[in-house]
């Protein structure tokens, strides 16, 4: 990768002292060049994930590699900006960038070296460190939610002839005894031994209260006994190992996703006997597809081996099937039930596709709907289920097809649960499509009249890679062979990749992780150095403004607001709304002007309030400004006692487009300050924005989306802006937060019928 040297180190400062603010705008327009770019490159690395296009290693290796160079260049133009105030940040790439270089070249990651490893870390790249089913079971943990015993895994490092190594026994001695591990009580371990010939497995159930040795010592007992299986010494053989907790339970059981019937269709098998006896399982067969109806065949003159509602049975069948669409084969889970109905997958097993599994295209002249785009390929049935961005997730059944007006990233919960997903409205390249290519769901969006097309709880079969939505359930199709599989080389490696070079683990500013140190991805850099830039811009004072200097914007609304441009932001000799050419920037003034937002009443104080303030009426604005260019803008506000950030870049390229909203403080006391992010949450989730909270903080993004709906939600964050401002001083909780919902949204209503409202 191509890197411009360091700048010569200086005295860390808020601006470099000897630059002119013109140097500095032009040392940021270079750092959002280089952000612009690298979202770019990470949206199209994103979008592999879903199929829709044919990638190979070359592209990875080049993307990655694109997004480190754009990553050092936000570095570089960040410590000159600030006088080399974020020098460590040099540092922190040169650790990310080569982390990003050893996924390339092959070379082990620091995890990688671990000899036990917690489920909840694993990841299906990590099959090859600690065989599939320890790697699978993290998957289905982390990445779908799904219940799975608290336990760990030994890697592959951690064997010799003789079983364990001297290292691989103390770390196994830490593990069984750190209290965080969970394992508590009676726990299995299962060992397994791969060779030329296959796998061979022996398990073995234990009690936490043996001491590490004896563990450690039932371990290579198993170990050489896989081995004898496959007839290979253990030299010959290599051998994963996992400890999971046993949760107690009533029935124990698998079900597999993919049993042949004699009419050559397929359906789920359920087979379960009360937990410790030997008699012989009953079976229960069920439907591929929601709601999972029962079928002909299962065991009812035996009788059940205990009450297992069909409400339980279909929750054990859905996860069943989304753990078949993530892991991308048909599969056999191991499960323990509870006496609530309740289930824990304790195993998993793949199975290997038969011939007659092959995809079945339906018959065309059923569709409902036709049209869309693929925002993840391939094909799953079920019920439908209509949804809109208030519908709470755990009431969506697992295995519906979730239809809905727009893909709304506040639906992402919901895609966790749901064998498709379609949308009238929605851009593949949007969170809620990178959502669904990171699950495997496969996703419709801009699907046409699609609300009306498919009615509620009609069963469906929603065919992405036909760009269509067929009437009936195909309960006897098996994943789609669209795209790699989740095993391909190339898949997996893109998923190491993204995880250092797109993960965005940074979000608080005021967070003490919120430091170069605590960067972890090439996109947790990117971020840091913006804001830090942004940052520095907002700090330009006296002389440095001096040549530079700020317009005073004339707005009809008790603002007294700053505009610095940075290129582009506003006509030659303006000072109006009118002159103001920065898109979001206008976008977000235009709803800060929205008629009926502004209360221009003093604060209503109470006694637990700030009692110094109370005499006189709360101050309009000190110490606002808006960094701008043509497609870019930064605004900071002080609106009596909380401070406002809007950060928002628009662009004819939805990948590069993004809005961050940042609200904190107050004069109230502690639980209205609470009561008013709480209603600033309500908004902000129905608006699609991805937020956050903690106390009186409120954080909330969009990325990926066209800029006419990014200035939509603009002109809505301006409104909320003038809405929310010192209304903190009149509530007192929930129910407040609701009502001042309500209130908004008959605000917003009410300034539709205003002639030049836009929200």
């Not at 190992?241 to 029935?251: F, H, Q, R, V």
Request: charged share 20%.
């Amino acid at each position: 990768m191509t890197m411009s040297p360091e700048p010569p180190r200086r005295p860390s400062g808020h601006v470099a002292p000897e630059e002119s603010a013109r140097s500095v705008f032009s040392k940021f327009r270079a750092l959002l060049e280089a952000n612009t770019a690298a979202l770019t490159a990470m949206a199209a690395m994103e979008r592999m994930r879903g199929g829709e296009y044919i990638f190979d290693r070359a592209f990875l290796e080049t993307s990655a590699r694109a997004v480190a160079d754009y990553a050092h260049q936000a570095v570089y133009a960040v410590n000159a900006m600030t006088g080399n105030a974020h020098v460590a940040l040099f540092d922190r790439f040169t650790q990310v960038a080569a982390a990003v270089e050893d996924i390339l070249a092959g070379r082990p990651e620091p995890d990688d070296a671990l000899l036990v490893r917690p489920i909840a870390r694993l990841r299906l790249e990590d099959r090859g460190r600690v065989g599939e089913e320890a790697a699978a079971l993290g998957e289905l943990a982390g990445q779908l939610g799904l219940p799975v015993p608290r336990g760990f895994a030994l890697s592959h490092a951690a064997w010799d002839a003789q079983g364990l190594t001297p290292a691989a026994r103390q770390a196994l001695a830490a593990a069984l005894g750190d209290p965080d591990t969970g394992l508590h009580g009676p726990a299995t371990i299962r060992v397994t031994a791969t060779g030329s010939h296959g796998d061979a497995a022996r398990q073995e159930t234990f009690s936490l209260t043996a001491k590490a040795e004896t563990v450690a010592a039932t371990l290579a007992g198993l170990a050489r006994a896989a081995a004898a299986d496959l007839g290979l010494r253990p030299d010959q053989a290599t051998f994963a190992a996992l400890l999971l907790a046993a949760p107690p339970a009533t029935l124990r059981g698998t079900i597999e996703t993919m049993r042949r019937q004699t009419d050559a269709s397929a359906c789920l098998a359920l087979s379960l006997r009360p937990d410790g006896d030997a008699a012989p399982a009953t079976l229960r067969l069920l439907a591929r597809a929601h709601p999972f109806a029962r079928l002909p065949g299962t065991d009812a003159a035996q009788g059940e081996a205990a009450p297992l509602t069909d409400a339980a049975a279909a929750l054990l069948a859905g996860r069943a099937m989304a753990a078949e669409r993530l892991l991308g084969a048909p599969l056999t889970l191991g499960v323990a039930v509870a006496a609530s109905g309740e289930s824990v997958i304790e195993a998993v097993r793949l199975e290997l596709p038969a011939a007659a599994d092959a995809p079945v295209r339906p018959p065309l002249a059923a569709a409902l709907v036709r049209g869309g785009d693929a925002a993840c390929l391939g094909a799953a049935s079920g019920a439908v289920v209509h949804v809109s961005e208030g519908t709470p997730a755990d009431v969506f059944p697992r295995g519906g097809v979730a239809v809905a007006r727009s893909a709304s990233p506040a639906l992402a919960p919901i895609v966790r649960r749901a064998a498709a997903v379609v949308t009238e409205v929605g851009d593949p390249a949007g969170h809620l499509a990178a959502v669904a290519r990171e699950l495997r769901v496969p996703a419709l969006f801009g699907a046409p009249d699609a609300m009306r097309a498919l009615a509620e709880g009609a069963p469906v079969t929603v065919d992405a890679d036909l760009g269509a939505v067929f009437a009936g359930a195909l309960e006897n199709r098996p994943v789609s062979d669209s795209g790699l599989a989740p095993d391909a080389p190339e898949y997996l490696l893109l998923r190491r990749l993204l995880r250092r070079v797109a993960t965005l683990t940074l979000t608080d500013p005021d967070s003490p992780e919120f430091t170069a140190a605590g960067c972890r991805s090439l996109h947790d850099i990117l971020h840091f150095a913006h804001d830090r830039a942004v940052a520095a811009l907002a700090g330009l004072r006296g002389t440095e403004l001096a040549a530079e200097p700020a317009r005073r914007l004339t707005l009809p609304v008790p603002l007294d607001l700053r505009l610095l441009d940075i290129g582009g932001a506003l006509a030659p000799g303006g000072a109006d709304l009118a002159a103001v050419r920065s898109r979001p920037l206008a976008a977000f003034l235009d709803g800060l002007l929205t008629p009926g937002m502004w209360d221009a009443a003093p604060a209503r104080l109470g006694l637990g309030d700030m009692l110094g303030a109370m005499t006189k009426p709360l101050p309009d604005v000190t110490g606002n400004l808006a960094i701008a260019a043509r497609n870019y803008c930064n605004v900071s506000l002080r609106l009596g006692w909380h401070f406002t950030v809007v950060d928002a870049y628009l662009d004819r390229n939805p990948d590069k487009n993004a809005v961050y909203f940042r609200f904190a403080g107050g004069m109230a006391g502690s639980g209205a300050r609470r009561a008013r992010a709480a209603f600033l949450h309500m908004v902000l989730a129905r608006l699609g924005f991805k937020v956050e909270t903690a106390g009186d903080l409120v954080v909330a993004r969009r990325k990926l989306l066209e800029a006419e709906e990014a200035e939509d939600a603009l002109r809505l964050l301006g409104a909320l802006c003038a809405f929310a401002r010192q209304r903190d001083t009149g509530l007192s909780g929930e129910d407040d937060a609701l009502a001042l919902a309500d209130a908004f949204r008959a605000a917003l209503a009410a300034a539709k019928d205003t002639a030049g409202a836009r929200p």
